[in-house]
Structures are given as structure tokens and as C-alpha cells.
């Protein structure tokens, strides 16, 4: 399985601001996802970070709040813009095999704005 | 849409005991389904992934079954220890982009 690490772990951040999320992976890999978890909630798939060309954005979700970059296949960066107090969640990359779509999921990053 | 769902929400039981937990799903043309466990403010880590042709995998004191005619998946934890306590969640596996998830069932282990 691969190793997946994101930077930063935590952030609190103030409203109207904008952070981005970076994930690396340690293995060129062909599917990436983000997926937030609000709290007490399960998880919902943001987006698929494709290699090359913009991200495939799920239903409610768009690419102006969530920009996504993947220049390569280890890499992917996810932006939360003009946050608002309702961003405060738990956003998680994952990276999912071509053969038995199993994901392995980063540690997190707990985002908390004020 | 595909609606994936846990039972119990919480569970506490003392050290020691076998427990299982349940997911179901209403859409049984899955491909896959995988457990993860959850650790308070953490990302997720991979249990099991029960392929569709497959009724169950076993690793170490977990064993995952899979019925997808009923649309339903049971994780049983044998021996439970205090160690296990985190909240364990199912997700439903219909493509590779198409991955549905339980709300979990939050396990505390007593000693």
C-alpha cells in the first residue's frame, strides 16, 4: 500500500481567507481523491485529482471554493477558498488502486475556521 | 442514491468480548466493499477489502463477510481489546470513483 503523507496536519484559519492542502504520496499512483469529513459526519468525495487536466468535481461541490492541482502523480493540492466557519472540517486524500479500486487515505487535516 | 448504513451507531463492551458490526447498502451491483477503522481526528486506515465475488476475508482478529444479495456486510472483531476502541467505518465500492461510506459505528473497549 502506499504511504501518504499531507501538509499541514491542523490549521485554524480566519473567515474570508484561503488554505491550501497539500498531499504526497510515495508511489506514482493514477487515482487521487479529496474527500471532506465534517464533524460527526461521515466522509463525501470532493473531487477526483486528475494527472494533467482539471479535477472532476462532484455534485455540490465546484471548482472556484475548491481549486485542485495535480502536477504529477504523486502529488495533489487542494485549495479551501474564502473560508467560511462551515469549512471547518477534516479534509482527507486518498489514492485508490487500478485493479480492486481499494483506497489508502492520508493522515488529515483538521481545518478549524474562526 | 446509494444509501450505506451502520449499526449500532456506538458500541461499549468489556475487554475481551466478540463483537460485530453491521453495514448495509441498497444497491447491491457493487464491485467491492472495504472496512477502515478511525482514530479521533485522524485519517482513515484500511481493515479489509472484500471483493464482490468473495463472502469473506480475515485478518488477524477481524474476519469481514459479505452477503451482497441481502446487501449486507458484517465486521466481527474477536477478543476485543481496549486498543480496537475508534470508530469503524464500511464503504461501498462501485467504481473507482464511486465510493460510498457508512457513517460509522464508534467502538469503545472497556479494560
Known amino acids: 500500500s502506499a504511504v501518504i503523507s499531507q501538509k499541514p496536519s491542523r490549521d485554524i484559519c480566519q473567515r474570508g481567507t484561503s488554505l491550501t492542502i497539500q498531499c504526497q504520496v510515495d508511489?506514482?499512483?493514477?487515482?487521487m481523491f479529496w474527500y471532506r469529513q465534517q464533524p460527526g459526519q461521515s466522509l463525501t468525495l470532493i473531487a477526483t485529482?486528475?494527472?494533467?487536466?482539471?479535477?472532476?468535481?462532484e455534485s455540490g461541490f465546484v471548482i472556484d471554493k475548491f481549486p485542485i492541482s495535480r502536477p504529477n502523480l504523486t502529488f495533489s493540492t487542494l485549495t479551501v477558498s474564502n473560508m467560511s466557519p462551515e469549512d471547518s472540517s477534516i479534509y482527507l486524500c486518498?489514492?485508490?488502486?487500478?485493479?480492486?479500486?481499494?483506497?489508502?487515505f492520508g493522515p488529515g487535516t483538521r481545518l478549524t475556521v474562526t | 442514491k446509494q444509501e450505506v448504513t451502520q449499526i449500532p451507531a456506538a458500541l461499549s463492551v468489556p475487554e475481551g468480548e466478540n463483537l460485530v458490526l453491521n453495514c448495509s447498502f441498497t444497491?447491491?451491483?457493487?464491485?467491492?466493499l472495504q472496512w477502515f477503522r478511525q482514530d479521533p481526528g485522524k485519517g482513515l486506515t484500511s481493515l479489509l477489502l472484500?471483493?464482490?465475488?468473495?463472502r469473506e476475508q480475515t485478518s488477524g482478529r477481524l474476519n469481514a463477510s459479505l452477503d451482497k444479495s441481502s446487501g449486507r456486510s458484517t465486521l466481527y472483531i474477536a477478543a476485543s481489546q481496549p486498543g480496537d476502541s475508534a470508530t469503524y467505518l464500511c464503504?461501498?465500492?462501485?467504481?473507482?470513483?464511486?465510493?460510498?461510506f457508512g457513517s460509522g459505528t464508534k467502538l469503545n473497549v472497556k479494560p
Open positions: 486518498s489514492v485508490g488502486t487500478t485493479s480492486s479500486y481499494e483506497q489508502y
Open positions: 508511489s506514482q499512483v493514477t487515482m
Open positions: 485529482a486528475n494527472q494533467g487536466s482539471e479535477a472532476t468535481y
Open positions: 444497491d447491491s451491483a457493487i464491485y467491492n
Open positions: 472484500i471483493q464482490s465475488s468473495q
Open positions: 464503504a461501498v465500492i462501485y467504481n473507482f470513483n464511486k465510493f460510498y
